[in-house]
């Protein structure tokens, strides 16, 4: 079972950027598909972004597509989500998911995912 943890939320003005991180505890990261997902107070959790296991594969909500952008490096385990030109409406803490046993293709559908993380809050002030 691999762990994921988060890192890199804060508060930021619109406008501006920030990275996230996400740490798996496990090298079979490498095979999975992973993704991740946002919720805001009051919402359900949303897809945000989703990366292929070969990174061969991205996929975007529509409203982030041209601001954020997903990346990973299986050698160091980890998982990246760049945020810029942030709004906010971007504020919800932030969560990266994982997917074992697809390694070529992305999903958005949040019941696909196993494995959580905790989570990161990333506040965006107007």
């Known amino acids: 079972q691999v762990q994921l943890v988060e890192s890199g939320g804060g508060l930021v003005q619109a406008g501006g950027s920030l990275r996230l991180s996400c740490a798996a505890s496990e090298r079979t990261f490498s095979t999975y598909t992973t993704g991740w997902f946002r919720q805001a107070p009051g919402k359900e959790r949303e897809f945000v972004a989703a990366?292929?296991?070969?990174?061969?594969?991205?996929d975007y909500a529509n409203s982030v597509k041209g601001r954020f952008f997903i990346s990973r490096d299986n050698a160091k385990k980890e998982l990246y989500l760049q945020m810029n030109s942030l709004k906010p409406e971007d504020t919800a803490v932030y969560y990266c998911?994982?997917?074992?046993?697809?390694?070529?293709?992305?999903?958005?559908?949040?019941?696909?995912?196993?494995?959580w993380g905790q989570g990161t809050q990333v506040t965006v002030s107007s």
């Open positions: 990366i292929s296991a070969t990174s061969g594969s991205t």
């Open positions: 998911a994982a997917v074992p046993g697809r390694r070529f293709t992305t999903t958005s559908v949040i019941n696909d995912y196993k494995y």
